[in-house]
C-alpha cells in the first residue's frame, strides 16, 4: 500500500480497523509480557488506537508510537484528553504528552538512534497493514530497529487471501515464523475464530477468518 493509500483513509474517517476499546488481546497477554514497568513499549504502525494511552497510564510504561498520518497524531491526543508538545526529529513530526510520543512520519525513515531503547513492542494491525513484499522489508527492518530484541506482541488475521484483496492482508504462522524466526522463538498463544463476529468480511465473501496472537521472544 502506498502512503495516499492511507492518508486518503485517514482523510475521509474510513477507519475500519480502528477499535472504540482497548484491544482484549492486549489486556489479556501484555501482562504475561517480560517487559519492565516502567520500560519503553514500541507501537509501529499505531494509528491512534487506544492500546496506547492504556499502555501509558494502566502499565506506567512510556509508549512510542510511528504512524504516517499527522491527522491520526492529532486525534489521538485530542481524543485522549492530552496536548501534546509538537516537534521536528529529523524525518519525523514529534508529538509527545504524558508518557506518550508518536513519530509522525514513515516507519521506513526511522533509525534505531532516534527510535531508541525499547524494552517491549505491540504490533496489532501493523504486519498485516504491508502486502507480502513489503513484509519482508517490514521484518528486516524492524530487525535493525530492535537489535536487542525485546519481546513482541503480535496480532494476525488468516484467511484464504484470493477471497478478499487486503488490506488487512491475510498472515499466517508460517509466515510469521519465516519472518521473524531468525532472531525470535515464535509461539501462538491464541487461535479465535472470528468470522462469525465480523460480518464486515463475511460480505466479502470470506469463508474463514481466523485472529492469532504472537509472542516473539528472542532467541
Ligand atoms: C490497519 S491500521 C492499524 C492502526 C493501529 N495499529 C490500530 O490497531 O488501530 C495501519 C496504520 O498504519 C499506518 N501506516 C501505514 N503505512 C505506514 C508507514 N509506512 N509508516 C507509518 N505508518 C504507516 C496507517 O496510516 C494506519 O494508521
Not at 6 to 26: C, F, S, Y
Not at 132 to 146: D, K, N, Q, V
Request: charged share 25%; net charge negative.
Amino acid at each position: 500500500m502506498d502512503r495516499e493509500f492511507w492518508l486518503d483513509r485517514w482523510r475521509n474517517n474510513k477507519l475500519g480497523w480502528h477499535l472504540e476499546t482497548v484491544n482484549p488481546h492486549l489486556l489479556d497477554f501484555w501482562p504475561g509480557m517480560p517487559v519492565p514497568s516502567r520500560g519503553r513499549v514500541f507501537v509501529p504502525l499505531c494509528g491512534k488506537s487506544l492500546d496506547m494511552a492504556w499502555l501509558a497510564r494502566e502499565c506506567g510504561h512510556a509508549v512510542v508510537g510511528v504512524e504516517l498520518s499527522e491527522v491520526a497524531c492529532r486525534e489521538f491526543f485530542s481524543e485522549n484528553g492530552m496536548e501534546p508538545q509538537v516537534e521536528d526529529a529529523g524525518a519525523f513530526s514529534q508529538f509527545a504528552a504524558e508518557g506518550i510520543t508518536l513519530l509522525c512520519g514513515d516507519l521506513f525513515d526511522l533509525d534505531a538512534h532516534t527510535l531508541g531503547p525499547v524494552d517491549g513492542v505491540f504490533d496489532r494491525g501493523s504486519l498485516i497493514a504491508l502486502p507480502p513484499e513489503m513484509r519482508i522489508r517490514y521484518a528486516g527492518h524492524m530487525e535493525s530497529l530492535l537489535p536487542a530484541r525485546p519481546p513482541v506482541l503480535c496480532v494476525t488475521l488468516d484467511y484464504p487471501q484470493q477471497e478478499m484483496a487486503g488490506p488487512p492482508f491475510s498472515v499466517g504462522p508460517e509466515e510469521v515464523e519465516s519472518l521473524f524466526g531468525n532472531g525470535y522463538r515464535v509461539e501462538c498463544l491464541r487461535d479465535w475464530d472470528v468470522l462469525d463476529e465480523s460480518p464486515r468480511f463475511r460480505e466479502q465473501g470470506l469463508t474463514a477468518l481466523h485472529e492469532r496472537v504472537f509472542r516473539l521472544s528472542a532467541l
